[in-house]
Nanobody, 117 residues
Framework: QVHPVESGGGLVQAGGSLRLSCVVS????????MGWHRQAPGQKRELVAE???????NYADSVKGRFTISRDNAKNTVYLQMNSLKPEDTSVYYC???????????WGQGTQVTVSS
């Protein structure tokens, strides 16, 4: 199994920046794509950004130009650099790692990001 653990959330003012990290342990050889999703209260979980093992990235339209996803395969870590944060970015952010053998994502416990206006 794959075990993602997020860190780096917190409270920031609008316009500020945060960097989320997610370290993955377990069957790391089976990890393919990794990504970040977010879920606000009463809302569906939505994709924020994802990155393949080859480094190809995909972003939600709402974060393009502000957020950057990257990964360090040697450290089994994926990052989300969030700049120009807005109050509407407030959410719990979840890391996921896709296992290409079990063909399913594994989720972290989530980290809270709160952006004050």
């Amino acid at each position: 199994q794959v075990h993602p653990v997020e860190s780096g959330g917190g409270l920031v003012q609008a316009g500020g920046s945060l960097r989320l990290s997610c370290v993955v342990s377990g069957s790391i050889f089976s990890i393919d794509a990794m990504g970040w999703h977010r879920q606000a209260p009463g809302q569906k979980r939505e994709l924020v950004a994802e990155i393949t093992a080859a480094g190809i990235t995909n972003y939600a339209d709402s974060v393009k130009g502000r957020f950057t996803i990257s990964r360090d395969n040697a450290k089994n870590t994926v990052y989300l650099q969030m700049n120009s944060l807005k109050p509407e970015d407030t959410s719990v952010y979840y890391c996921d790692a896709y296992d290409k053998y079990t063909m399913r994502p594994y989720w972290g416990q989530g980290t809270q990001v709160t952006v004050s206006s």
